[in-house]
């Protein structure tokens, strides 16, 4: 199964842009790059998924390299909501199911 | 517009009891996914069903767990003579069609303690 690779943790100050980075070299053809995040004591919740171009939605946007091999996603404004673990996965491996990595921890600053 | 429903929020069991998780989805959505998240550690997969079919079970332990999603209903996670260690975060999520490219909706968990 290809797999993801992101940073344990990112710090940010409220209000500023936050890039978060997700390696996926091995990904195939077919993967879908998907985005979760879990806040503290809640369930997973869906954030932006894309294919090959760009995706923007009223969460996030989703920066795909040309090569598919890496992805960031933006947050464009961060608040102390968006305090989470962000996962990056990919889709398309061995059904539906999607396989949690450690995620990115990140901090937003007041 | 409701969401994934998972009940109870918590529960607490003794050893050798039987925990019963129920799940329901979101409206319109016949498949469901239950990860187990283990304190400290990250989500896994455990089984994927369609209504009264379950598609994939690979993550599921072999013994005391079963999954089932009847016609109608929730879906139910049965744990049989629970032990110490499936003390866990239980997380139900669904789609409404097949596909690698559908989100999964998450509901808020159930927390499970085994005294």
């Known amino acids: 199964d290809a797999k993801t690779t992101q940073p344990n943790s990112m710090e940010s100050n409220e209000e500023e842009p936050v890039h978060l980075p997700c390696n996926h070299s091995t990904i195939s053809g077919t993967d879908y790059i998907h985005w979760y995040r879990q806040l503290p004591s809640q369930g997973p919740e869906y954030v932006i998924h894309?294919?090959?171009s760009n995706v923007n939605n009223r969460m996030a946007s989703l920066a795909i390299a040309e090569d598919r091999k890496s992805s960031t996603l933006i947050l464009h404004r961060a608040t102390l909501r968006d305090a989470a673990v962000y996962y990056c996965i990919l889709g398309g491996n061995a059904g539906n199911m999607l396989t949690f990595g450690g995620g990115t921890r990140l901090m937003v600053k007041p | 517009n409701a969401g994934v429903m998972q009940n109870p929020r918590h529960l607490v069991r003794r050893r050798g009891q039987e925990a019963r998780l129920r799940c329901s989805p979101m409206k319109g959505h016949s498949h469901v996914y239950w990860y187990r998240q283990l304190p400290e550690e990250g989500l896994k997969f455990m089984v994927y069903?369609?209504?009264?079919?379950?598609?994939?079970e690979s993550g599921m332990p072999k013994e005391r767990f079963s999954a089932e999603f009847p016609k109608e209903g929730p879906s139910i996670l049965r744990i049989q003579q629970v032990v110490r260690g499936d003390s866990a975060a239980y997380f139900c999520?669904?789609?409404?069609?097949?596909?690698?490219?559908?989100?999964?909706?998450f509901g808020d968990g159930t927390r499970l303690s085994i005294l």
């Open positions: 069903l369609q209504k009264e079919n379950i598609i994939d």
């Open positions: 894309g294919l090959t």
């Open positions: 999520a669904s789609s409404p069609q097949w596909g690698s490219n559908q989100p999964q909706h």
